[in-house]
């Protein structure tokens, strides 16, 4: 697969000044390469072991039963559970060649590549405009006089400015909660991320809005690497290219979503995704 690499990742380029990229590293690789993964709490493996290539440029869907460690897994994948009491990690993952806990990675610089979106909206209580550039700020990725292109740039590309572009400068929490999780979208495509990782991003959402969020995430591939939990499998089949299957504290299973709905290797499988659809 090729990646694309070092390049605006939105497309955006033209319509607003970019931030510039985060440059990676120049290798055909998978974004993430996890190896003998295992992840535990107070000492109990959550899960153990695991080996999972997840593909660059590509929509890949984690799915498990509730508790089995999807958003554990996920939320390792930026750091995000460096602080955790009682978390610790063992084996070794990588994100595009380059270990992410071999304690030489900046977790700052990290969740800069790697963003993140969580189960529920959690717009800042800032504007709606400060919101979509808190990040660009934060990391200092563009001149002030160019932080209004951005935004509008931003909120373009996820389709909420017709909606918002006259109250820019109002609070984010009227917005309903399927705005808010795009107003969440903006936000963090605005810092440029390689990978994009959601967790349940529209558990909390309409079918409307559902359908936009899964319309905005098929449009980032091959720009952006997207890892998306759900527990919606018809979601899963509908947006991922690859699917993840988490089962009793195992990666039971993996590969093409198509092949791993329609015909599992594994009985577990078998057992819990094939047979939904069609
Ligand atoms: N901060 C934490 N401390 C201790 N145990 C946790 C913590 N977060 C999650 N767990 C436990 O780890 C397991 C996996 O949780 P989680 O990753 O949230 O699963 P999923 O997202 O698949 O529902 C569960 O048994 C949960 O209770
Ligand atoms: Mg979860």
Redesign the pocket.
């Known amino acids: 697969m090729v990646q694309l690499l070092g390049n605006d990742t939105t497309g955006l380029a033209g319509a607003a000044p970019a931030a510039p990229a985060a440059p990676e590293p120049s290798v055909a690789g998978p974004a993430f390469a996890a190896r003998g993964l295992t992840l535990s709490y107070g000492g109990t493996a959550v899960l153990a072991d695991i080996d999972l290539d997840v593909p660059a440029g590509a929509v890949t869907a984690l799915v498990g039963p ?1 508790g089995c460690g ?2 554990t897994f ?1 939320r390792s994948l930026n750091r995000m559970n460096d602080r955790v009491p009682g978390f610790r990690l063992s084996g070794s993952l990588e994100l595009f060649g380059e270990d992410l806990y071999d304690g030489t990675s900046d977790p700052l610089v990290v969740r800069r590549r790697v963003g993140m979106l969580f ?1 529920r909206p959690n717009p800042f209580p800032l504007s709606i405009r400060e919101n979509v550039v808190a990040g660009v700020k934060a990391h200092r990725l563009a001149r002030r006089s160019e932080l209004s292109a951005i935004a509008e740039a931003r909120l373009r590309q996820v389709g909420l400015w017709e909606a918002v572009s006259d109250r820019l400068g109002s609070s984010p929490f009227r917005l309903s909660g399927g705005q808010q999780q795009l107003l969440c979208l903006a936000r963090a495509l605005a810092v440029s991320p390689a990978v994009l990782l959601l ?2 991003p529209t558990s909390s959402l309409d079918p409307v809005s559902t359908a936009a969020v899964e319309a905005m995430l098929t449009s980032l591939v091959p720009d952006i690497t997207v890892v998306i ?1 759900t527990h919606n499998l018809a979601q899963a089949r509908r947006i991922a290219d690859h699917t993840a299957f988490f089962h009793q504290g195992r990666l039971a299973e993996h590969g093409p979503t198509a092949r791993l709905f329609d015909d599992p290797s594994e009985e577990a499988t078998r057992h819990s995704l094939s047979g939904h659809f069609g």
């Open positions: 509730t999807k958003t996920l189960q967790d349940e939990v």
